[in-house]
């Protein structure tokens, strides 16, 4: 059965509001973005003035390299897309730190992407569709049990982007007892301590990327491994997928903007193009209900 999520303007709202409905895996909206965007000649050349190759994927600033990395383009064209990107995320990142104060210790900013491709009918292998239902899981490298936060602007002048969802984390996890045994791995709890090995190549990984600070991503944990399992599941089960009960759509109009915590509801992009997407990783312990957080909803579960 699909139905429309109905989503509510939190234009207006303060900090704690904010805060608390993004904790409870409530999607945070805005009719019209709070972050100012670039001008309308730099949102024509995303939209239309790349090479025809670089439409085939995002394009993404890394803010730890300052740089977008694998981007072939002519060096004039290359200045001018990094420096769109680089801009977008340093205005988020100041609305961010003056709306979310509490999220800001010791967070980690990561990537600005544009998502320069329709999201339809993309020939993509399960676990790369955006079209599946999934929470996301190890973004940015190891996120060690901090909360994923997205914020996204949907920049095409005409057409909406659509999301499907089947609820939050936690939603997800009482109904479909397959996530557990995917979380699980024949283990009679989640394990999410790092072993001997984790925290060696946690450690080699953080040497490295000192000198190449791109290296990060490849880092991992316990917990991140799990959340993949369960991410790998959502999208391949059959099971899953055909059980629409508790499935709704979300539209999200043009130059609309939303933020998430996309560890914590789970969600697909059915339709879309022309998007930015910023990331950043927000400690659990800046969080005000650290319970409902899935790294403690799987560390509290055990097999029955």
Not at 33 to 46: C, D, F, M, R
Not at 205 to 215: C, E, R
Not at 256 to 264: H, I, L, R, Y
Request: proline share 6%.
């Amino acid at each position: 059965m699909e139905d429309n999520y109905e989503l509510r303007d939190f234009g207006h709202a303060g900090s704690d509001e904010i805060q608390d409905a993004l904790e409870h895996s409530q999607i945070v909206y805005f009719s019209h973005s709070p972050v100012e965007l670039p001008s309308a000649e730099e949102l024509e050349l995303l939209r239309s003035g790349l090479p025809q190759s670089l439409r085939a994927k995002n394009i993404s600033y890394h803010p730890e390299s300052d740089s977008v990395p694998r981007f072939d383009a002519p060096e004039e064209l290359k200045s001018r897309v990094e420096g769109i990107l680089r801009q977008h995320g340093q205005r988020v990142e100041h609305y961010l730190r003056e709306v979310l104060p509490a999220f800001v210790p010791d967070w980690i900013l990561g990537t600005t992407s544009f998502r320069s491709m329709e999201e339809q009918g993309r020939d993509l292998k399960p676990r790369s569709s955006n079209e599946r239902v999934h929470i996301d899981a190890g973004a940015y490298g190891a996120t060690n049990g901090a909360r994923i936060l997205r914020f996204f602007v949907n920049v095409h002048p005409q057409r909406e982007r659509v999301w499907g969802t089947k609820g939050s984390f936690n939603d997800v996890m009482q109904n479909y007892t397959e996530l557990w045994t995917a979380a699980h791995k024949g283990k009679d709890r989640v394990r999410l301590e790092k072993t001997l090995a984790d925290r060696f190549f946690s450690g080699a990984v953080s040497t490295l990327s000192k000198a190449y600070p791109i290296a990060q991503v490849i880092d991992s944990s316990p917990y991140d491994r799990a959340m993949r399992r369960i991410h790998n599941r959502m999208k391949e089960s059959e099971a899953f997928r055909s059980n629409d009960s508790d499935y709704r759509e979300i539209h999200f109009p043009p130059m609309s903007a939303w933020m998430v915590f996309t560890d914590g509801i789970s969600h697909s992009v059915l339709t879309g193009q022309y998007a930015f997407v910023t990331t950043a990783l927000v400690p659990l312990q800046n969080c005000r209900i650290p319970e409902l957080a899935p790294y403690n909803v799987l560390e509290t579960h055990h097999q029955t």
